[in-house]
């Protein structure tokens, strides 16, 4: 599904855990075929209700392409250890597995990191939210980045903020949405689990390549099985 603001004529593609909340909520607001709850109402399932995170389909995409469109990207290292401090840690979302709740696979409901990233594939395969999360960036913002007008990193949020308010004529928040408490890095994990997190992001890190450099890339040759993207 296209995020589409037709009354400014912006079309987004949501990457999850690359500051989806974060800017589905600044376009909620300036968006005025989007009917808002009261703030005392509001949290950040809110703005996934208003605009779902799809997969990228180019049929639906085509369709915008008259319109201003953009997208947000996010090192694909910091985004999958999100995966674990928001999604294990703080949402919990393995307690709500049905897979692991009725028995039908053998895994802990809360996994020590390195037990869960060298695990992943199996709690992806296990866990719908784990999947949605952890899947690869060109699943939802398509094969070829070439078609934005506009790529941010999440560090230029901030920038997106100052762009979307000078194309349409309103005042925009940045307000940072859905971000981790918990802290988790690379030194926190064993040597097997770099492993593990390196094979699963080889190919993740080949498709933003220009946008992001690898860390595990020192000592072996990085693949790439899908185009690389070119810098709007």
């Known amino acids: 599904m296209v995020i589409a603001v037709d009354a400014h004529r912006i079309a987004y593609m949501a990457l999850p855990k ?41 049929h639906r ?3 915008y392409e008259t319109y201003w469109r953009f997208c947000v990207v996010r090192d694909p290292l910091k985004r999958l250890l999100s995966v674990y401090t928001n999604r294990v840690v703080e949402f919990r979302d393995l307690h709500n597995c049905r ?8 895994l802990p409901k809360d996994p020590d990191p390195d037990f869960f990233f060298q695990n992943l594939r199996a709690y992806v395969q296990a ?8 899947m690869p960036a060109w699943l939802f913002l398509g094969p070829d980045l070439r078609r934005y007008d506009r790529i941010y990193r999440t560090a230029e949020l901030s920038r997106f ?11 925009v928040d940045i307000a ?21 997190i390196r094979d699963y992001l080889d190919d ?5 390549s220009d946008f992001f450099d690898n860390p595990f ?14 810098v709007s």
Request: charged letters at 30%; hydrophobic letters at 30%; glycine letters at 6%.
């Open 161 to 171: 903020g100052l762009d979307l308010a000078e194309r349409t004529g309103l005042p």
């Open 99 to 106: 897979k692991i709740l009725r028995g039908r696979v053998d």
């Open 61 to 63: 995409w085509e369709r």
């Open 18 to 58: 690359a500051g989806c909340s974060t800017v589905k909520a600044a376009l909620a607001k300036i968006d005025p075929a989007v009917t808002l709850p009261p703030e005392d109402q509001r949290d950040v399932t809110t703005w996934h209700r208003i605009y779902p995170t799809r997969r990228f389909r180019p």
């Open 127 to 134: 866990s719908s939210a784990i999947k949605h999360h952890a």
């Open 217 to 230: 890339a020192r000592d072996q040759h990085v693949s790439c099985t899908v185009p690389r993207p070119r």
């Open 176 to 196: 940072q949405e859905n971000s981790s408490t918990a802290r988790l890095g690379l030194a926190d994990l064993r040597p097997e689990t770099h492993a593990a």
């Open 204 to 208: 993740e890190y080949g498709y933003l």
